[in-house]
């Protein structure tokens, strides 16, 4: 199965984006459901397992569907880095299998090495490898720092910066007006104090380590031979590079861009504009959560972001079979079009509040879009419905409700160790 297969001409055919989740929206039991109702996703799953067997105890599934106390590891950089890596391989390989191939690959931190694998630049194995190595010199890294989001834009925050402890650098550029700095936790709360005197809100992020910044230095050279060892390929779909912002094709095949990959800041906001100038047919986000497209939203220019769908493939607030039968559903539609002029003065306040709370224009708000295809979790999706419904005594229209109450509760509990194996036919690029 080629990502230029000729699958049937909608938004999930060809020429889908495939947004790559990085850390951060990991959860214990993701995927679980997939797991039992999904061979494709759990002959994967336990591929990867089998891979790292050897190396990385409690193992891939162990962390994922094990005991309570295993699950609590992919939390912890040293599983989460390639436990992580597994999940999106086996999404991205169900979703392949449905006939929804990737036109576009662009992944956000570890996720690159997830998006990597599925344009065919190195196998699973050795992604698997890679990561399991990186998580292991991350865990054993000391830090004693911390990550700090600021609301701001790039050039406020440089502002501050030029100003502060040389220590404190920028990790990532999320959204037009979200920057991620990274450093020593005296210094990130001076500043801190700092924004918010001026106004400006800043959120502390738990972390573990310092990754995207000169902090990961003493790492590099121990991590390169394992970068060595790797056979590169051209990538088979074009591939957005989340550290230079733009297509990528020789220099992704280069030891050197995954050391800098590991320890320059991410600028998403530059690579997601050049996927957006594609102009991809729909967006899926391949991992937990729906993050991405969140932030990849707010990345269009003018707060415009046209009419292909944006889909998440689980979320950690509902089911993941009705979620990805959702979303799968809503690839399998035709494009919605321009949005219409509002109806009445209640959808003109829906789209408006949806608008403020997705960073969007309100004119780019269609109201035949669910709220999960704005980046929303459901509590946020809850929370929004439970305002407009108090301030207007309208009860909003059923479809605007995307996620089933209880259905979380429906999830399998099946062990892992209760699954035959089975190898099925892999992708030629990731053999």
């Not at 056979?231 to 050197?256: C, K, N, Q, V």
């Not at 301030?391 to 160790?417: E, I, K």
């Amino acid at each position: 199965m080629e990502p230029t297969s000729n699958a049937a001409a909608s938004a999930g055919g060809p020429g889908t984006a495939f947004l790559f989740t990085g850390l951060g929206s990991q959860y214990e039991g993701m995927g679980e459901a997939l797991f039992a109702a999904e061979p494709v996703f759990r002959d994967t799953l336990e591929r990867c397992h089998d891979v790292l067997a050897p190396d990385l105890s409690p193992g891939v599934l162990d962390v994922l569907y094990g005991s309570h106390e295993d699950r609590r590891h992919v939390h912890d950089t040293l599983y989460s880095c390639p436990t992580t890596l597994a999940l999106q391989c086996a999404l991205a390989r169900l979703w392949m299998s449905w006939g929804v191939v990737p036109g576009q690959v662009l992944g956000h931190s570890v996720g690159e090495y997830a998006a990597a694998v599925t344009a065919g630049v190195f196998r699973m194995e050795d992604g698997l490898r890679m990561l399991s190595e990186l998580g292991r010199l991350l865990a054993a890294l000391p830090f004693d720092g911390r990550m700090l989001a600021v609301k701001a834009t790039e050039a406020r925050v440089a502002e501050t910066l030029s100003e502060a402890d040389p220590g404190v650098s920028v990790a990532a550029v999320n959204a037009p007006g979200t920057v991620v700095l990274v450093g020593g936790a005296t210094a990130l709360e001076r500043i801190g104090t700092e924004f918010r005197k001026a106004g400006i809100r800043v959120i502390p992020l738990e972390v573990s380590q310092a990754t995207h910044s000169p902090r990961i230095a003493p790492i590099l050279a121990e991590y390169r031979e394992t970068v060595r060892s790797v056979r590169f390929h051209p990538p088979r779909i074009p591939y957005i590079s989340a550290l230079t912002g733009t297509a990528m094709d020789g220099e992704i095949r280069e030891p050197e861009y995954w050391l800098r990959h590991v320890s320059e800041p991410i600028q998403f906001v530059t690579a997601m504009r050049a996927l957006l100038a594609r102009q991809p047919p729909g967006f899926v986000e391949i991992g937990p959560g729906s993050t991405l497209l969140r932030m990849g939203q707010q990345c269009a220019v003018n707060g415009k972001i046209g009419a292909a769908p944006w889909v998440p493939s689980i979320t950690p607030e509902a089911d993941d079979c009705e979620t990805i039968a959702a979303s799968r559903a809503t690839l399998s539609r035709p494009a919605l079009g321009p949005p219409p002029a509002p109806s009445t003065p209640l959808d003109g306040l829906v789209r408006s509040r949806v608008a403020e709370l997705a960073g969007l224009q309100a004119e780019s708000i269609h109201p035949a879009r669910p709220l999960a295809g704005f980046g929303m979790d459901s509590l946020t999706a809850l929370d929004f419905i439970s305002t407009v419904e108090h301030d207007t005594a309208v009860r909003l229209p059923v479809h605007l409700r995307p996620w089933s109450r209880g259905s979380t509760a429906r999830r399998s509990q099946t062990s892992h160790t209760s699954v035959p194996r089975r190898y099925p036919a892999w992708p030629a690029w990731w053999r």
